[in-house]
């Protein structure tokens, strides 16, 4: 089991950026899939961005894309996700999570972090 530790959310005006990032508590293994998702209240959790760790390949979600990046650094274990253009709908509790598919299913992450609540203001 992987525990994950999430920060950098906070409250941010229309059109900011934050950076949340992620740790593991253990090394990412070469075929980890480490994913972003976020969830408001009332709603399912959606898929944002994943990013496979060996290769850094990365894959969004139409609502995000072109604003936001994951990426990961390897010498600090840490996932990234840079959020440029920020919208109120982008409001929500984010979630990283680990798994070993290539895939936006949330059921095929085996562990989630607590999650990290960013609010964009209008």
């Known amino acids: 089991q992987v525990q994950l530790a999430e920060s950098g959310g906070g409250s941010v005006q229309v059109g900011g950026s934050l950076r949340l990032s992620c740790v593991p508590s253990?090394?990412?293994?070469?075929?980890?899939?480490y994913g972003w998702f976020r969830q408001t209240p009332g709603k399912e959790r959606e898929f944002v961005a994943l990013?496979?760790?060996?290769?850094?390949?990365?894959f969004y979600s139409d609502s995000v894309k072109g604003r936001f990046t994951i990426s990961r650094d390897n010498p600090s274990n840490t996932l990234y996700l840079q959020m440029n253009n920020l919208k109120p709908e982008d409001t929500a509790v984010y979630f990283c999570?680990?798994?070993?598919?290539?895939?936006?299913?949330?059921?095929?992450?085996?562990?989630w972090g607590q999650g990290t609540q960013v609010t964009v203001a209008s």
């Open positions: 253990k090394r990412p293994f070469s075929r980890s899939v």
């Open positions: 999570a680990v798994g070993s598919e290539y895939t936006s299913d949330q059921r095929a992450y085996t562990d």
């Open positions: 990013i496979r760790w060996h290769g850094g390949s990365a």
